[in-house]
């Protein structure tokens, strides 16, 4: 490895490099890493590492990580995460079909993103509690995610989905979207969400299968509504 390399706001050296054990990849990080031992000079252009402290089943980020990379965790056996407090994004397929991860994920709120499929496929429970500074949340970020008690809010500061964000999900509470106005297709299907529905002032439209398999028994619609 390098003495040191710097690679997307991340400088990394030998010593905070843990006994490669405790690295968790992806296979496309497995493919990355044996290029590395063939020709070194591809470092920087072919290998994304992120280093975690790993237990048997869980996984926690260190406090110098602000992103987890594309891919990083897809189809590990990971069962519990704790994030650190200055992680801001969370990158598209980050945990995807991670089968075995459940319990409740508790975000900081330094988290601005979660790219699309980010959660796409997992076992999480318990409460799922957006941080406040969230703004942008991709195509299917929790689609199939899991189980949830109680309400789901979503942050003010996101105004728009793109698609199929909770779609299979499973809630026992109502759903509050506050600031969001533009939509895309299935976000909130097959939900099971309860009670009233408040569809925010400024929304135009709303497309196609958008709130299909809830419970809802009333709905409040807004004066811009047009279809």
């Known amino acids: 490895i390098p003495n040191s390399t710097v690679y997307d706001r991340y400088f990394l050296s030998p010593n905070q490099i843990p006994d490669i054990k405790k690295f968790l990849f992806s296979d496309t990080f497995i493919d990355n890493i044996k290029r590395l031992w063939t020709n070194p000079a591809e470092y920087v252009i072919s290998l994304v590492c992120y280093p975690f402290d790993v237990g048997n089943t ?3 980020t260190t406090n110098d990580v602000v992103s987890i990379g594309d891919n ?3 189809s ?3 069962g519990s995460i704790t994030f650190n407090s200055r992680l801001e994004r969370i990158q598209r397929d980050a945990f995807s079909y991670c089968g075995s991860l459940s319990g409740e994920l508790h975000f900081p709120q330094s988290l601005n993103r979660i790219e699309s499929r980010a959660f796409f496929d ?3 429970s318990g409460k799922l ?4 500074n969230l703004e942008y949340l991709g195509e299917q970020a929790f689609y199939d995610a899991g189980t949830f008690v109680g309400d789901l809010w979503i942050p003010e500061k996101i105004t728009r989905l ?6 299979k999900c ?3 509470g109502m759903l509050h979207l506050n600031n969001v106005t533009k939509y895309g297709a299935r976000d909130f299907m097959g939900c099971g969400f309860k ?3 408040v569809i925010p002032e400024g929304t135009i439209d709303i497309p196609n299968f958008c709130f299909n398999g809830n419970y809802i028994t009333s709905i409040v619609f807004p004066n811009t509504l047009r279809k």
């Open 58 to 60: 869980g996984l926690g």
């Open 72 to 74: 990083a965790f897809s």
């Open 76 to 78: 590990t056996n990971i």
């Open 122 to 124: 997992c076992g999480l």
């Open 129 to 132: 509690i957006l941080p406040d």
């Open 162 to 167: 793109y698609g199929s964000t909770f779609e």
């Open 170 to 172: 499973e809630f026992q």
């Open 195 to 197: 009670s009233e529905l």
